[in-house]
């Protein structure tokens, strides 16, 4: 078999990078060991996060590192045998969070992120996936009230952005949803954000309007790439493929590939759990809401998704889900969870960076590519993401400066 193009990892973003090179002609074939969407991208909160302009830093403060120490916050646990191994890279992203170097990160991640709907829309069109998609917006949920002045000042703050958000009070918040409980000092209504039903049927059809293209799609082992001459080979289910370019875009595992190759990235892992419940008799949730304990609960097809925050762990230890039988003890009071949906409880690793930025563009070899490390906004910067690294392959303008996402950053 041969190619152009053999894009490795069919997630949300590998599935968009493919469909990009698709529709500049090139042939390109796309290669995941599983389903195409059954990584990361199969189980997160669908937000199409327009608002998230800021990401998410390392706590500075004493105050909130001191209650993170404990390990008994519902929003970010770790395991203390994790640690050793994560330091050099938690220390580097302590680092980046730091105030002015955050300010810049914001900057240019306000930049990218402006893409994000635009570049969405135009697939979610050609991929007949409308039905997926709400566009109303989603809510944060705050519940003591010095939280939530704060975030409405940060709020007010990104408005020259050209972000839009709706204050609410308590009786805002119990008109928009009534079967929330009276715990609430009020919330933000982000207008502008889309919501996706069912993110692994989104992954589903972006890869069939890829496939009408004219793209492949074969399963294969993205870590038997491997430099043939002037090309790429690696094993597929139907044989060898020889492509003249490779890219990396395995989510979390990109770096098995990386680290082959000889080039070690500072790589970690934030994982997220969720589980999903009938909606509590004669009650229901109309929006995406954000509990300030750390939590999202979701409205999806297969009911409604309660998706954890951070765990600090190894990508392979096993399952640890303490953190989400924490954040289901927070939830169920609050909102109107009803029974488990039978089914394992899912687990995901966001793939993350130290200075919390994607990392996009050429690798270390001629031929060789990523588009990896998008951490909490793997679904929001997707078709953003497509579009600019087939635009650097290709020798279009670039959408936006990709400078800021060079894998040469980190030495
Ligand atoms: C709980 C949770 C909630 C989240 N909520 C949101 C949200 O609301 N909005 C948002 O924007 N983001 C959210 N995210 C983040 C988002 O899900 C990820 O950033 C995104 O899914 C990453 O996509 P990806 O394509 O890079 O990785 P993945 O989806 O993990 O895709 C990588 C692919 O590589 C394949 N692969 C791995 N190893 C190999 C191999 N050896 N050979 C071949 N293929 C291989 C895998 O099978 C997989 O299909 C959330 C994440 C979590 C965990």
């Known amino acids: 078999m041969k190619a152009d193009v053999a894009v490795l990892g069919a997630g949300i973003v590998g599935v968009c990078v493919a469909i990009h090179l698709a529709e500049r002609g090139r042939s390109v074939v796309l290669i995941d060991r599983g389903e195409a969407g059954g990584g990361t991208s199969f189980g997160n909160a669908g937000l199409i996060q327009r608002e998230g302009v800021a990401p998410y830093a390392f706590p500075r403060s004493l105050l909130r590192l001191a209650r993170y120490a404990g390990n008994r916050q519902i929003d970010m646990r770790f395991a203390w045998s994790a640690l050793p191994a994560l330091a050099g890279p938690l220390a580097r992203y302590w680092w980046r969070s730091r105030p002015a170097s955050y300010r810049r990160i914001v900057v240019d991640y306000a930049q990218f992120i402006a893409h994000s709907l635009s570049e969405h829309a135009a697939l979610i069109e050609q991929a007949f996936a409308d039905h997926l998609i709400e566009r109303s917006g989603w809510l944060e949920v705050f519940r003591s009230p010095a939280t939530l002045a704060a975030e409405r000042a940060a ?21 928009m949803e009534p079967a929330l409980a009276p715990v609430f000092a009020g919330a933000i209504h982000w207008t502008q954000p889309w919501t ?41 289910d139907a044989g060898p493929l020889v492509a003249r370019e490779a890219v990396v875009a395995m989510g979390p595992w990109s770096d098995d590939v990386l680290r082959r190759l000889g080039r070690r990235l500072p790589f970690f892992v934030k994982r997220g759990y969720h589980a999903h419940y009938r909606p509590r008799e004669g009650a229901g949730q109309r929006f995406a809401i954000h509990d300030e ?13 309660l998706t954890t925050g951070a765990q600090f762990m190894h990508r392979d230890a096993p399952p640890d889900p303490a953190q989400i039988a924490a954040c289901e003890t927070v939830a169920r009071p609050a909102f109107p969870l009803g029974d488990r949906v039978a089914g394992a409880i899912w687990m995901g690793s966001r793939p ?13 070899r001629p031929g060789l590519w990523v588009a990896t490390g998008h951490a909490h906004h793997g679904l929001t910067l997707a078709a953003a993401t497509g579009r600019l690294l087939a635009a650097m392959m290709t020798g279009e303008a670039p959408p936006v400066d990709p400078a800021p996402y060079a894998m040469g950053r980190f030495r």
């Open 155 to 175: 709020a007010e703050e990104r408005a020259p952005l050209g972000l839009e958000h709706r204050p609410l009070d308590p009786d805002g918040l119990a008109r």
């Open 196 to 236: 996706v039903r069912d993110p692994f049927a989104l992954t589903q059809a972006y890869l069939r309007l890829f496939k009408s293209l004219g793209g492949q799609f074969r399963r294969g082992d993205g870590t038997t790439l491997r430099a043939d001459g002037g090309a790429w080979e690696v094993q597929t």
């Open 293 to 305: 304990a750390g939590f999202v609960v979701a409205p999806m097809a297969a009911g409604l998704r």
């Open 352 to 364: 993350c960076t130290p200075d919390m930025k994607p990392v996009i563009g050429p690798a270390h």
